[in-house]
């Protein structure tokens, strides 16, 4: 029975440890509101990809209602026009034509759909830039702590000289080296059109590159504190390879950090986004970003006439989005933090 118990303990511990955990965020009314705030936000904007990236209704002009303030409903008589200049009224849906809560901008085009395409593109950015910087810190930051000496000095020596690079320049010289190389991989492998592809996969791909240097700092101190601990000194004691100890020891106990940090890298690289957009350097039109459309909202304000709809909407909506995912971080370094009492 004592036998029996020993074993079934570190399984059943460590999923109480995750119930404790999401009891924790639970109690937590900011970050659990937040979170299904998040979720929503999420599913509308990557749920209506599909249809607005189909059916070019982010770039679809309606000439007859440019600069046209919100309308919940703006009757049959509206028409929309493609970048070609060509009416397409009568191939659109009725709805996705008339029903323009947050305005139209200067072209004539729905601020709805270009928000929700907008919010799909940085947020897959920010997720996408995350998963770049959990993944090469985390390993960068294992290596480092766990074999210590020189490697450990040389590792952070790099990521020390790495941080002392504007990450600006560094984002510019990585899409002046390989922006033109990754277009003509898609050119090739996809056919002609994908510029804009191209650039989106190397925007996040670079902010990535520049994201795991904090990350990997994390993680090479917490594998300092724990490859002291008497449990990693046992599975030492008996012979266990080190790929295996970190990959069954160390990392199940890296997940609390790594997991906060992601959800704090996130709109780290969304705001990154937005600033490189907002500059002229991030995403092109027309494929909008929220930055992209802070950007053009900037543009057109002026005491003449205020277009304040073009500004009010994407910015909060990135806003509300950045809100939202720190709540979220503070409420899962809570939850995972042991000292913090149910």
Known sequence: MSQSALIIKPQSARRSEWKLAWSRFARNRKAFVCGLILVLLVCLCLGTLPVAWKMDYYKRQNLDMNRQGPSLWLGEKASMVSQTGLVESSSLN????????????????????????????????????????????????????????????????????????????TIILLKMAFEPRLID???????????????????FMAIGSISWLTM??????????????????????????????????????????????????????????????????????????????ASDAVK?????????????????MLGLTLLCLNFIGDGLRDAFDPKTVL
């Open 94 to 169: 009725t709805f996705a034509r008339n029903f323009a809560p947050f305005g139209f901008d200067l072209l004539g085009r729905n601020i709805l759909w270009r928000c929700l395409m907008g919010g799909a593109v940085s947020l897959s950015i920010g997720i996408a830039a995350a998963f770049i910087s959990m993944t090469v810190g985390t390993c960068w930051g294992a290596i480092a702590g766990w074999y210590g000496g020189r490697i450990d000095n040389l590792m952070m020596r790099i990521v020390d000289v790495l941080y002392g690079l504007p990450y600006i320049l």
């Open 185 to 203: 991989w898609f050119n090739q492998r996809c056919g002609p059109g994908y510029d804009q592809i191209a650039s989106i996969v190397l925007l």
């Open 216 to 293: 990997a700092r994390v993680i090479r101190g917490q594998v300092l504190s724990l490859k002291s601990m008497p449990y990693i000194e046992a599975t030492r004691a008996m012979g266990l390879p080190t790929y295996r100890i970190i990959l069954k020891h160390l990392l199940p106990n890296l997940t609390g950090p790594i997991i906060v940090y992601a959800t704090l890298t996130v709109p780290q690289a969304i705001l990154q986004e937005s600033f490189l957009s907002f500059l002229g350097i991030g995403i092109q039109a027309p494929i909008p970003s929220w930055g992209s459309l």
């Open 300 to 316: 057109a304000i002026n005491t003449v006439e205020s277009f304040w709809w073009m500004v009010i909407f994407p910015c909060g």
